[in-house]
């Protein structure tokens, strides 16, 4: 199949490229502002299908509304009826159409004539009125407030929000992606005339602007986002997409001793606390026991034994443990246990605890194994 994008270098063009590639698409036909329009008459000859997401969102004068997102509809058009081609048309409009403002009205026009177009020509034609899309890829400033947001926050940059208990209706770049793909194999879902995304999130914009500064200070406390919320799932994403290229990595503090080291990587509430144990030749660490924490001790590096013994019982239970053999050890509650390198190099564990580390009430036990 012969696929032709328009606005392909966009937001939504880009992501949409890069998805029809992964499932095997190959002759996709991109037409950006900087490509030549002569091959716009050839693709409009050869293609089977269209995406017709170009359009303009800033213009520098009102007037390039109606010319980008009316005027190159028509264009297309021509050059499709010109060859008499008969693909079918996807094209991006807005919820603004609804409204009477500058580029609501160039919208609902672009609407019209591709409605037009497919009745008089027996094509068939999917318009997507899209809310606020946000995702990997957008232009701060441009394409969506979130953009903006997760673009000047990740770089301690001043936002300006007029009114935090504002709505939006909101839909992630994957889901998008995913329902044009779905009208390209005919399965698309529709309202109506209109065809739309599916998966739709409302959210108070006071709350997004919460939640990015909480990803933003998730580096300092070593939490993780709740991963269960979709929501908050693809807008993490968003936000890591905005990081600067120079601070990919931030550093973790190292509790160093004699012994070794211990590093608190990831918190969370409901999922515990992950940390890595490095233990020097000969070292002993633990000897104490818990009430309701429990644990898993997983050596990646060097070889050890761990013991366990139950608190009112002499008898001593080991196993031994190397990074040559990745095997997960629980801990139980009511068993005082420790772990003993018995290798000539240090010994690194990955240890996971069911609740991150509560000083005030750690639940820890010293007793000898």
Known sequence: ????????????????????????????????????????????????FVYHLAGVNRPKNE???????????????????????????????SIQAERDNPYGRSKKAGEDLIFKYGKENNVKVFVYRLPNVFGKWSRPNYNSAIATFCYNISRDLPIKVNDPTVELTLVYIDDVVNEFIRALNNTE???????????????????????????KKSREDKTIPDMSDSFIKKLYSTYLSFLPEDQFSYELKMNI???????????????GQVSVNISKPGIVKGNHWHHTKNEKFLVVSG??????????????????VSGDKLEVIDIPPGYTHNIENLGDTDMVTIMWANEPFDPENPDTYYLEV
Request: with cysteine.
């Open 1 to 48: 199949m012969k696929i032709l994008v328009t606005g392909a270098k966009g937001f939504i063009g880009k992501n949409l490229v890069a998805e029809l590639r992964n499932r095997g698409y190959n002759e996709i036909y991109e037409f950006d502002r900087e490509t030549d329009k002569n091959l716009l008459d050839e693709y409009t000859k050869k293609c089977d």
């Open 189 to 215: 879902n529709r309202k109506g005339n209109f065809c739309k995304v599916p998966v739709e999130h409302k959210k108070k914009l006071g709350e997004i602007v919460e939640l990015i500064y909480s990803f």
């Open 303 to 320: 070889k050890g034994v761990i013991r366990f013994r139950k608190i009112d019982s002499d008898e001593v239970i080991e196993y031994y």
């Open 63 to 93: 007037e390039e509304f109606m010319k980008g997102n009316f005027g190159f509809t028509s264009e297309l058009l021509e050059l499709l009826k010109k060859h008499n081609n008969k693909a079918p048309i996807l094209i991006t409009s």
């Open 257 to 271: 001793d004699n012994r070794g080291s211990f590093t608190e990587f990831i918190k969370t509430i409901d999922r």
